[in-house]
């Protein structure tokens, strides 16, 4: 009898805890469901003009329908890629070309020769400007999403947002090791890979940079995957970076200086190579609302080429004071 009470009055509370949760989901005052951080989200995005050190002198339309990665290549042509294609540009923005494939490419990069290094989801490959493909590697592994793409000019390094990893080929495809895993002994943390936004780049002194963006971290790696340096700040200010997964991209001024952007709180900063805030190049308020995989890319003119996937375009800014002609 006693066991049965219990039962019957574990039911009752079982009962009434779910009417509770039913009433509160679906029957709440109106503006209960409301955004409580709206606000706040808003106000980050407000940014201090006086911090605002390049002006945007120029943009274009991509003609693909999705686009994803922008290189530049030494005579600062520029190539966009993305769903089923890749597209090249004078520096002045006129297209000088284009060719199509029956893929998405997520990122980009011109290797010494000229030739195209393309990160389809699981796999690289390489092309010529024409669109030859050169070689298809092996993808490493089902579960793979590459997201970016760099070379030295002897290695190739690609980051793997699905496995957390970034890999050393050699420019055969052949594998050489790989970089970041977590290991205590050696004073590597591990990536920390939220969601695709996983980007890496070659620094002034051949060093791979490589985002850990989940920690909101840079961090410098040798080739054999030896840990050289970190640098990086959580903070909603200006200085900063927050969210889940920032930055989410970034790019490298020939001084060794970080070009870098942001989704959530959309903009683009520039940092010294020691990681102290430098400047604004582009504050929120000059992006859609929304806008996220702002990929970034450095001409030889010390141009910031920003591609706009929201607005499907190529923004190029300059440092404000500099000689506005187009090249």
Request: glycine residues 10%; hydrophobic residues 35%; negative net charge.
């Amino acid at each position: 009898m006693k066991q049965q009470l219990i039962i019957i009055t574990a039911l009752i509370l079982l009962i009434a805890g779910i009417g509770y949760l039913v009433i509160d989901l679906f029957y709440s005052e109106s503006g209960a469901s409301d955004n409580p951080y709206a606000y706040g989200l808003n106000e980050l995005r407000k940014s201090d003009s006086s911090l605002i050190d390049y002006q945007e002198i120029q943009h274009f339309p991509a003609g693909l329908s999705e686009v994803y990665g922008i290189a530049a290549d030494p005579a600062n042509r520029i190539y966009v890629t993305g769903a089923n294609g890749v597209e090249i540009y004078s520096p002045g923005g006129e297209k000088i070309s284009e060719f199509s494939f029956p893929d998405t490419a997520y990122c980009i990069a011109v290797t010494p020769d000229g030739n195209l290094l393309l990160g389809m989801v699981d796999h690289i490959e390489i092309m010529t400007p024409g669109g030859e493909i050169l070689s298809r590697w092996k993808p490493e592994s089902e579960a793979s999403v590459l997201t970016s793409v760099a070379t030295d000019g002897t290695d190739i390094f690609v980051a793997d947002a699905g496995k957390k990893i970034v890999y050393r080929y050699d420019r055969e495809g052949t594998l050489l090791n790989r970089i970041g895993k977590k290991d205590s002994l050696k004073g590597i943390p591990g990536f920390v890979i939220p969601s695709p936004y996983f980007d890496l780049g070659i620094g002034r002194d051949d060093e791979l940079w490589v985002v850990n963006s989940g920690r909101h971290l840079f961090e410098a790696f040798r080739p054999d995957g030896s840990l050289i340096s970190t640098w990086g700040k959580t903070s909603t200010g200006v200085e900063g970076f927050c969210g889940c997964c920032n930055p989410s991209n970034f790019a490298m001024l020939s001084d060794g200086s970080f070009v870098t952007s942001e989704k959530g709180i959309e903009r683009v900063k520039v940092y010294l190579p020691s990681g102290e805030f430098k400047c604004l190049v582009a504050a929120p308020d000059q992006f859609d609302q929304g806008t996220r995989g702002i990929d970034l890319a450095v001409d030889s003119e010390e141009r910031i080429l920003v591609l706009d996937p929201w607005r499907n375009q190529i923004r190029i800014f300059i440092k404000k004071g500099e000689n506005n002609d187009e090249k």
